[in-house]
């Protein structure tokens, strides 16, 4: 029987309400989580460990990277088959997406949490954590990059994104939909995805800022950051990449001090590119030395631009990071 290491790790999963607040807390130990999991020691031999109980919104790029090397030392022990991380669901993402950058391993990695809190009807927690044990224990989830299983749906970390602040389900890849699911305690992954390029990172260095652009923005915000000392600005532009006409000297003057700007766009589908040839369209942008992000929502692309910052300042390292063979 193969063992798993669950690191509790905080959010909605530990959480009940408090009748004095009327509000969820964290509450529940691992231990306690883990005894609603029933049938489990039919699977799976577990370990656990409690790394921390923060909700989602305390997480930051420092304690991202700090789990990251914890689980590294997990995954090292030849006895441990693979992890299942528990975690708050409003940063879930960005926290698996840094993992999956930075964990060089074969083994099944699995992020999964609860959209609905113990003292609620329909707790999920244990039914995910069920679902994610069982696909820390397969074969077919070894090589596959860092997972994240909710509602019996597996998703790549690279990926996936947080879509519905409540559904079950809330967990989806926009474009391409779902890699596999859990179905009757089995694994079955119906394709496969490219796996990110493993970034050996020792601390996190630089910050890096994300700004939505809206219709008249201009360059304060950009201006703002630069003069912060970021070392990035990742921008959600509109449509294919384009942004309004009154930011484009921002970036002029943001890239000429070396700040590394990156575009994704604002949609929650479809991929940036160079289509346009206006005053703030795409061409002029990638003229200017703006890399383009692809698919990917904003949040993430902030946390691989911290990552890829932490391991060097080489540009076209990094816009190789983010453009792969998208750009001939």
Known sequence: MKKIAIVFNGGTISMKVDPRIKAAVPSLTGEEIMSMVTG??????IESYTYSSLPGPHMTPEIMLDLSKYVQKLLSRDDISGVVITHGTDSLEETAYLLDLTLDTEKPVVFTGAMRSSSELGYDGPSNLAASICTAISEEAKNRGVL?????????AAEVTKVNSMALNAFRTP???PIGIVDNNRVIFYRDVHKES???IKNINGEVTLLKSFAGMDSRLIDFSVASGDKGIVIEAMGRGNIPPAMVDGIKRAIDKGVVVVVVSRCFEGRVYDSYGYHGGGKELRNLGVVFGDNMPGQKARIKLITALSYTSDFEY???LFERDLYK
């Not at 994240?148 to 790549?156: I, T």
Request: charged content about 20%; glycine content about 8%.
């Open 198 to 200: 493993f970034i050996d």
């Open 318 to 320: 990094i816009k190789c």
């Open 148 to 156: 994240v299983c909710f509602n019996g749906e597996l998703n790549s």
């Open 40 to 45: 489990i020691e039919s699977f799976a031999e």
């Open 175 to 177: 474009n391409f939909g």
